[in-house]
């Protein structure tokens, strides 16, 4: 299928590691025009360089913290000059670890600012750049929708889901859709350092992954580059779960 992702413009958070990284290497893969932002400016260079060594355009580097408070501006300031405009958005910077249902406030204004406002904040600001093109593309990576117990990260991404409904609303007559996506365990970083070793991976995924397994970056990526072309215009406010079934309701 050709996805008619030539020449798009992609913006990509949290792009130094993991799903955001993955997005990066296979929208570029696609033809598309990609700037990746994250703290860790050695990682983004060394993805640079696998990108455009593989026979892709180099990647745009943007250095930024998502929750610093100028950060919406000049990320989105930054991305507009070095591409022109942004026609699609990836919101993968975030992350969760334990937290106590009664953690101290601090604690859960980070995890709030790093996983839904800065999300929010950073998205707002685009959404202009966007409607004035006629045309976008917002996906959000997200989260767990079934809490065990208590977790910052959790509510969170809980938040994103209802706001982005809100606003695929509002934005749907200018040819925006803003979708989230919820990944169960996919092998990040971040997951990899929650369950180090194949004998964790394997006990977790006897427990609680019908398929049996975890997942690869580019399980997950696949729908992102889906969702990010012209090809999926009538998909927008939906929430999608890739977790190799790990969610056990329904709906
Ligand atoms: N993998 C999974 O199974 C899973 C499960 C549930 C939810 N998620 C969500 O999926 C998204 C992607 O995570 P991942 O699994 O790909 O994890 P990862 O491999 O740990 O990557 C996280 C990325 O976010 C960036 N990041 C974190 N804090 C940032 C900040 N303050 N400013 C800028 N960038 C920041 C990191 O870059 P720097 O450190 O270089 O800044 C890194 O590139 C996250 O929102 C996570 O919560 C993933």
């Known amino acids: 299928m050709d996805l008619k992702l030539e020449g ?16 990066a290497e296979m929208l570029a893969a696609e033809g598309c025009d990609v700037t990746v932002v994250a703290r860790r400016e050695d990682l983004l260079n ?13 990647p745009h580097i ?25 026609d699609v958005l990836v919101n993968s910077a975030g992350g969760s670890r334990p937290t106590k249902w009664d953690a101290p406030e601090e604690e859960w204004i980070e995890g709030m600012t790093l996983n839904f406002t800065a999300l929010r904040r950073l998205t707002t600001g685009i959404v202009p750049v966007m409607q004035k093109n006629k045309y976008g593309r917002i996906i959000n990576i997200t989260g767990s ?6 977790n910052i990260a959790n509510a969170a991404k809980s938040a994103v889901h209802a706001w982005a409904k809100g606003l695929s609303r509002i934005v749907g007559p200018d040819a925006i859709t803003i979708n989230s996506i919820s990944p169960g365990r996919i092998k990040t970083e971040q997951i990899i350092k929650r369950h180090p070793t194949e004998e964790d991976q394997a006990a977790f995924s006897k427990e609680n992954i019908p398929l049996g397994y975890f997942g690869e970056p580019e399980d997950l990526v696949c729908l992102i580059v889906f969702l990010a072309s012209p090809v999926a215009r009538y998909i927008t406010g939906e929430l999608f779960h890739v977790d190799g079934g790990m969610k056990y309701f329904a709906h």
């Open 8 to 23: 798009k413009r992609c913006l990509v958070t949290g792009a130094s590691r993991g799903i955001g990284e993955c997005a």
């Open 46 to 58: 060394a993805l640079a360089d696998r990108i455009e060594g593989a026979g892709h355009k180099r």
């Open 62 to 86: 943007i250095v930024a913290d998502v929750t610093a408070n100028d950060a919406p501006d000049t990320i989105r300031e930054a991305a507009c000059k070095a591409m022109g405009g942004i």
């Open 145 to 150: 929708v079934e809490p065990k117990a208590v």
